[in-house]
């Protein structure tokens, strides 16, 4: 089976090398290294300690030397470093295809390795060492470096992403935030170094020919080439002006690993600013070399990759580094070395083609005027096209705008990489509608419309009661006396529970959710906790408001009419009994007879009764109406207000601290531009 | 000295354990799941385009795959090896997309049928012009095998040629590694510049570690440097323990590079002779050939068992998500249980409905209040329990299998089906009070509906409505008001057992139909052990 790139592999190989004896060396290296961070950022060593390194290449074998440690063994033997992975054969499962697979989820592990190494060198920047001399000449009087200045949008971006980290430290996990914090420290370190220089880092696979075209772009042999693969082992710096030291000291390259171009004023004057490093390569079975190239390609401000016609389109290459880094297009030199190995006019073909995978990437190229990666074509053996480069790197150097693309670059990607966690693309809060269903839902919850349609009913019957005719009161209290208790008498018991607990249960999940529909996971946890913590002690304060509120206070109101009303039932009784006494008092003789008034008397009596009531009935009907929807008016409102205050609220609160957080990441990425 | 015996029970076994492994299913997106969809689909491509195969024909020409990185001039070997352009080879990569199989005329029927490589088709044109659109259209240039004859290579040996096994294109690489596991011989194809590259080196571990017969070719490598180069592979080989590794070097000549010529006879003249020996001397043939069969069975014997890991995994991990499940919905029938016992129904509209009742409330309101709590009840139950779930489930990474999630839209049908099951149930119970109206035989027997509601309120009010059993009792007698609660009450159970059990299915319906069984893991097992055993 083919073994791509086994992630297990390289775990383990790495925990391998760490004890190594090269991590020894890697160590002491370091050490030299960090003294000179010390002295910064008035990185000017005392004159005494400083011997001048003639940069001769009659130097370089020997500091290659240097570089090559570790690999001491006799001809023939293969690194330590190699033979490390290939002795673990044993040990370690098969190497597998799965990789292949996700090429993405292997990468952030092993950044995260790197970056490690990254805060390391940095922490170790700040304990104090003995000084040790720098291998670099520095004249006594050389002016302390400017420090690097960034330009308004970069800096009030880099707030807002400050601002955002700080917003957000309670509810995301600070494995999240742990990129953005990486990009806001780097940005604050590079901020406090030269701004006079930039720091371009040469970067390809082995045996692409990195540090023959470092030692071109140089003009002397620094850097150890050959045919041993692989070939260079740690990065090695060389600078073109005074003051980059404390940019060198920050990458963790060792005094040792530092030279100077040969002197030669034009190119000098041309290249002035520049700090080249040579790195390992990213692709051999050294796991190390890939560890100190990821570290130190998060530090510098441009790179220079360089591909081979033979390796141009390796996986590793495009899915382990030009894709994950296509936003830092602009700081990125693409160069196609040894065209001398092609013939003809094949080198256009496949710088053609190697155009077209950096757009599939997502690359953006430089051409045409627009901002993006610069691709030439060139030999650094026969020397073709390398002067292009140099001129093309010089005008680059003196824009000095690098080390401010490069962190604006970090910016975008760490935006984009936490927009999952900040943006959906969906229209989130909470809206009027949630709101009202909510509380129609809390006063369903506390019966709202039975107590009103209860009220209205018992109304109306009091109505009907007060205006009925004395007969038909007569009778119903009769009928009352005959029948059971009803439901009114148990009335005085005070009623536990009068709320529905499950429907306030359901009200608050709806409204939350409905809340939290749109916003990213960790914000809609936030939002649901908010309402969930309100929701306590809800539906006991509910029950306390019905209780409270189920009625409207005092005597039920009584309409203006209703005395006459009363009246005019009473003036019919009077007309009934009146008539009645009449026609009695006729036949028993005491008075003289005359039938008709008094029958008309009971008659009017006997239907007026009725015709009064029902006319109080149809009358009734309005103010009972009324009635009953004050009542459940009051006991709805009064719910809408507890929930309002104890779960909208809170959430609404919450969905603001999120559209704050919201537009603080607005901010960050460039203008807002495209965020949903 | 290892021969190739093959008694047919070997073979019934071994495809027994192909169905096996073929039947194995991860669909859980377990942290170790994706390895082990690789494992599973590798060991089939293995079994079936190799050792099955080989097996079953121990006489079918000797297939050396030719495998190694992009650019290492695989094509131009081939074609250097066959002697003529039978592979496009070119300066861009990758180069080879559709892989090439060369072997003698008379051995294409081995290959021209679905021997090996079943899954490919096979695309034969004898005579072609060299500068043919070599696909036929609308066939996808991955899944296609080319096969080419040519005279001048010996019978019994066959060569492919691969895509790049680290290719920008995904489908490539998985095509290469599984052409690298239908070898009966491993052609690693490397450079001057790559062969400290980290990816040939995880195919020689790999191919090390399957005892697969593996010879090395360290190609264009320029004049200059020819010596030390090769020597510097040497010994990183010998570290690697692949000392004894047959290798041989390439010049990198001007015909080499990028016009896709051929390279002289002489330059590929030693590992072209190796080949044709390993073909045609039937001693070294038959070693090769037990050597690369042997070193799969051999390796079954630690592929089997993790692949039965992860079918176990998959297990387990279904058993934790299906028992989150169950103990949410559990505890939350749980609730309504004591909920339903404590009369949390009678709340709310229900129980405003109650005190005005019969006043000011008609039994069918009263009913209808009740119904409606109820439902509430559940539903609430059945939210509250997804919640749980979902709540559990995020910490599961097994529970981001594609339709487990998202329980969003079918919300309003849950409402739908406990508002038809709480409906029916009011059904089933106004019949009963029908029932027991009409065994009253009074010429005052109460109003059936208004029955239906005492029992009702009896039923879900709890402590609260003693009353109401009360007069349920002056109505229908208190033998009559007994029965039909009882009855009312079992009705009562049984659809709210199964309200939430039916949610609880639902929820669990897409888990199964993952499929995901304990028994995979035993079958491999098993398989691995009878196979142990037939060897």
Redesign the interface.
């Known amino acids: 089976m083919t073994a791509v790139t086994d992630h297990d592999h390289t775990d383990h190989m790495e925990r391998l090398d760490h004890t190594g004896e090269y991590a020894g060396d890697y160590t002491s290296g370091f050490d030299s290294g960090l003294t000179a961070a010390d002295s910064a950022p008035d990185a000017v060593p005392e004159p005494a300690h400083a011997p001048v390194h003639a940069p001769a290449p009659g130097a370089a074998p020997d500091s290659a030397g240097d570089a090559a440690q570790g690999r001491d063994g006799t001809e023939g033997e293969p690194p330590a470093d190699l033979a490390h992975p290939a002795a673990e054969t044993e040990n370690v499962p098969h190497a597998r295809v799965r990789e292949q697979r996700e090429p993405a989820d292997g990468d952030p592990a092993t950044a995260e390795d790197a970056w490690d190494d990254g805060l390391i060198a940095r922490r170790v920047t700040e304990t104090s060492k003995p000084a040790v001399p720098v291998l670099e000449t520095r004249g006594p009087g050389a002016p302390a470096p400017v420090p690097l200045a960034y330009d308004g949008p970069l800096r009030s971006r880099l707030d807002a992403l400050r601002e955002l980290v700080g917003l957000s430290r309670t509810r995301l996990d600070s494995h999240t935030l742990a990129e953005a914090g990486r990009v806001l420290d780097e940005a604050a370190a590079r901020r406090r170094l030269s701004g006079q220089h930039t720091v371009v880092a040469i970067a390809g696979a082995t045996g692409s020919g990195k540090s023959q075209l470092f030692n071109a772009l140089a003009g002397v042999a620094i850097s150890e080439t050959g045919v041993r693969r692989p070939t260079t082992a740690a990065p090695i710096a060389c600078t073109w002006s005074d003051g980059g030291a404390a940019l060198v000291d920050r990458l963790g390259i060792p005094g040792r690993l530092r030279r100077r171009p040969v002197h030669n004023p034009e190119a000098d004057a041309q290249l002035r600013g520049l700090v080249l490093i040579d790195l390992p390569d990213h692709d051999s079975a050294a796991v190390q070399h890939r560890e100190h190239v990821d570290r130190i390609l998060k530090l510098v401000d441009a790179v220079i990759w360089v591909v081979d016609p033979e390796k141009y389109a390796d996986a590793v290459l495009h899915e382990r580094y030009l894709r994950p880094m296509a936003g830092h297009a602009e700081v990125m030199f693409v160069i196609l070395n040894q065209t001398d190995r092609l013939p003809g006019d094949a080198a256009d073909l496949v710088l053609h083609d190697l155009r077209r995978l950096l757009d599939d990437d997502g690359v953006a190229l430089g051409e045409f005027g627009e901002p993006g990666a610069t691709v030439l074509a060139l030999s650094a053996l026969t020397g073709d096209g390398v002067g292009e480069l140099r001129e093309m790197l010089g005008q680059f150097v003196a824009e000095r705008g690098a080390a401010a693309r490069r962190i604006a670059a970090d910016v975008d990607a760490a935006a984009d990489r936490l927009r999952p966690v900040y943006a959906t693309g969906r229209r989130a809060g909470l809206s009027e509608e949630a709101r009202d269903e909510f509380a129609a839902r809390l006063a369903d919850a506390v019966g709202a419309t039975a107590a009103g349609e209860a009220a209205e009913r018992a109304w109306l019957r009091n109505a009907n009661r007060a205006c009925g005719t004395p007969w038909l009161r007569l009778w119903r209290w009769h009928q009352k006396r005959a029948d059971a208790p009803t439901g009114r008498l148990q009335r005085p018991q005070p009623e536990e529970e009068a709320t529905a607990r499950q429907r306030v249960e359901q009200a608050v999940r709806t409204v939350s959710d409905r809340a939290s529909a749109g916003l990213p996971a960790p914000w809609a946890q936030a939002v649901r906790e908010a309402a969930v913590r309100g929701s306590q002690g809800l539906s006991e304060a509910l029950d306390e408001l019905a209780a409270q509120a189920g009625l409207p206070p005092g005597r039920p109101p009584r309409p203006g009419w209703w005395p006459v009303a009363v009246f005019a039932q009473a003036a019919m009784t009077l007309l009934q009994v009146v008539g009645g006494l009449w026609l009695v008092g006729q036949i028993a003789g005491f008075m003289a007879p005359n039938l008709g008034i008094p029958v008309l008397l009971m008659i009017a009596g006997i239907v007026g009764g009725p015709l009064v009531e029902w006319g109080c009935r149809m009358a009734a009907r309005g103010p009972a109406r009324r009635y009953g929807l004050e009542a459940e008016r009051r006991l709805r409102e009064a719910a809408a207000g507890c929930g309002r205050a104890r779960v909208l609220d809170p959430v609404a609160a919450e969905l603001l601290r999120y559209r704050e957080v919201r537009e603080q990441y607005g901010r960050v990425t460039r203008a807002g531009a495209g965020v949903g | 000295m290892v021969t190739l015996d093959v008694r047919p029970q070997l073979l019934d076994t071994l495809s027994a354990l192909r169905d096996r492994v073929a039947a194995a299913r991860f669909p859980l997106p377990l942290a170790g799941a994706?390895?082990a969809r690789?494992?599973r689909d590798?060991l089939l491509a293995?079994l079936d385009n190799y050792l099955v195969p080989r097996l079953r024909e121990p006489d079918a020409p000797l297939l050396a795959v030719v495998?190694g990185?992009?650019?290492?001039g695989k094509s131009t070997l081939v074609n250097s090896l066959v002697g003529r352009r039978v592979s496009e080879a070119g300066?861009?990569?990758?180069t080879t997309r559709t892989p090439v199989l060369v072997c003698h005329p008379e051995d294409h029927h081995w290959f021209s049928g679905m021997r090996v490589l079943p899954d490919l088709t096979r695309v034969w044109v004898p005579n072609r012009d060299p500068g043919d659109d070599l696909l036929l259209p609308g066939e996808n240039p991955g899944r296609v095998l080319r096969v080419e004859t040519a005279d001048s290579l010996p019978r019994g040996l066959a060569l492919l040629d691969a895509p790049d096994?680290?290719?920008?294109i995904?489908d490539n690489?998985?095509l290469?590694?599984e052409l690298?596991?239908a070898a009966d011989v491993w052609v690693m194809v490397t450079?001057?510049?790559?062969?400290?590259?980290?990816?040939p080196?995880?195919?020689l571990?790999?191919a090390?570690?399957?005892k697969a017969a593996l010879v090395t070719v360290l190609d264009?490598v320029?004049h200059q440097?020819v010596s030390?180069?090769a020597?510097?592979y040497?010994?990183?080989l010998t570290?690697?323990?692949l000392g004894d590794l047959p290798r041989f070097t390439v010049p990198e000549l001007?015909e080499s590079?990028?016009?896709g010529g051929l390279l002289p006879a002489t330059a590929v003249a030693p590992l072209r002779a190796w080949l044709v020996h390993q073909a045609q001397d039937p001693g070294a043939r038959t070693h090769i050939l037990a050597r690369t069969a042997h070193g799969v069975l051999d390796s079954l014997k630690?592929?089997m068992p993790?692949l039965a890991g992860a079918a176990a995994a998959q297990h387990a991990a279904a058993l934790r998500l299906t028992s989150a499940v169950d103990s949410a919905y559990d505890s939350e029938h749980a609730r309504v249980r004591s909920?339903l016992q404590?009369?949390?129904?009678l709340?709310?509209?229900?129980?405003?409905?109650?005190?005005?009742?019969?006043?000011?409330?008609a039994a069918g309101e009263l009913l209808d209040?009740l119904v409606e709590?109820l439902a509430?009840?559940l539903?609430?139950?059945v939210?509250?329990a997804d919640?749980r779930v979902d709540d559990a489930w995020r910490r599961e990474p097994a529970s981001a299998a594609p339709g487990l999630s998202g329980r969003?839209p079918s919300l309003e049908s849950a409402e739908h089906r406990i508002g038809l099951a709480v409906r029916r149930w009011r059904r089933e119970l106004e019949e009963y009070a029908e029932d027991e109206v009409r065994e009253l035989d009074r010429s005052v027997a109460p109003d059936s509906e208004s029955v239906a509601a005492l029992v009702a309120t009896a039923l879900l009010g709890g402590r609260?409505t003693k009353?109401a059993g009360e007069?349920l009792a002056?109505r229908v007698g208190a033998h009559g008001a007994l029965r039909l609660r009882d009855r009312a009450g079992r009705l009562l159970t049984e659809h709210v057992d199964r309200v939430v059990h039916t949610e609880r299915e639902r929820r669990l319906a897409p888990l199964d139909a993952l499929d995901v069984h304990p028994e995979p893991q035993a079958e491999l097992i098993a398989a691995l052990s009878v196979l142990q055993k037939e060897r």
Not at chain 2, 91 to 94: G, I, K, S
Not at chain 2, 347 to 361: E, H, I, S, V
């Open positions: 994706p390895r690789a494992n590798e293995q495998g990185s992009t650019g290492a300066v861009l990569r990758p096994i680290d290719s920008l995904v690489r998985v290469a590694a690298m596991c450079t001057a510049a790559r062969y400290a590259d980290a990816v080196w995880h195919l571990r790999t090390k570690e399957y264009r320029p440097v030390e180069v020597r510097q040497g010994a990183l570290k690697a323990g001007p590079a990028w016009g630690a592929r993790e909920r404590s009369g949390a129904v709340a709310g509209d229900a129980l405003k409905r109650w005190r005005a009742y019969p006043l000011d409330c209040a709590s509430a009840l539903l609430c139950a939210t509250a919640e969003d609260r009353e007069r002056e």
